[in-house]
Nanobody, 129 residues
C-alpha cells in the first residue's frame, strides 16, 4: 500500500515562496498522475495542480495558474509544488494525491477528485498579510 508524506509547509508573508514536497513509499509512483489539493477551514478540498507520470503535462487550478509549479522526480519518488507570489487566500492544508489508476491524466484528476486513490496526511501553509 503506497503512503504519501508531505513536507515543506510553514508560515510566510504575502509575496513570499514555499516549496512543498511529497515522497511516496510502499507502492508504485512513477506510472501514476500525482497532484496537490488544498483545504481551507470550513471548505471542501479543492484541486491545486496535477502532473502526468512522465512530467510532460501539467494542469492547474485557476487560482494558482501562473504562480504555482508542479514537478516530479520519479527516481526519488517525489512530487513538488513550488508556490510563488503567495497570497493570504492560499492559506490552507495542502494534500498530496496519487491517482487511482495508472491510465489517468492531470485533467481527470483536476476535474474529478474521486480519481484520487491515495491521500497524504497534509501540511499546513499559512500566508500572512
Amino acid at each position: 500500500q503506497v503512503q504519501l508524506v508531505e513536507s515543506g509547509g510553514g508560515s510566510v508573508q504575502a509575496g513570499g515562496s514555499l516549496r512543498l514536497s511529497c515522497t511516496a513509499s510502499g507502492g508504485t509512483f512513477s506510472r501514476y498522475v500525482m497532484g496537490w489539493f488544498r483545504q481551507k477551514p470550513g471548505k471542501e478540498r479543492a484541486f491545486v495542480a496535477a502532473i502526468s507520470w512522465n512530467a510532460r503535462s501539467a494542469y492547474y487550478g485557476d487560482s494558482v495558474q501562473g504562480r504555482f509549479t508542479i514537478s516530479r522526480d520519479n527516481a526519488g519518488n517525489t512530487v513538488y509544488l513550488q508556490m510563488n507570489s503567495l497570497k493570504p487566500e492560499d492559506t490552507a492544508v495542502y494534500y498530496c494525491a496519487r491517482d487511482r489508476h495508472p491510465s489517468g491524466t492531470p485533467q481527470t484528476m483536476g476535474r474529478w477528485s474521486s480519481n484520487v486513490g491515495t491521500w497524504g496526511q497534509g501540511t499546513q501553509v499559512t500566508v500572512s498579510s
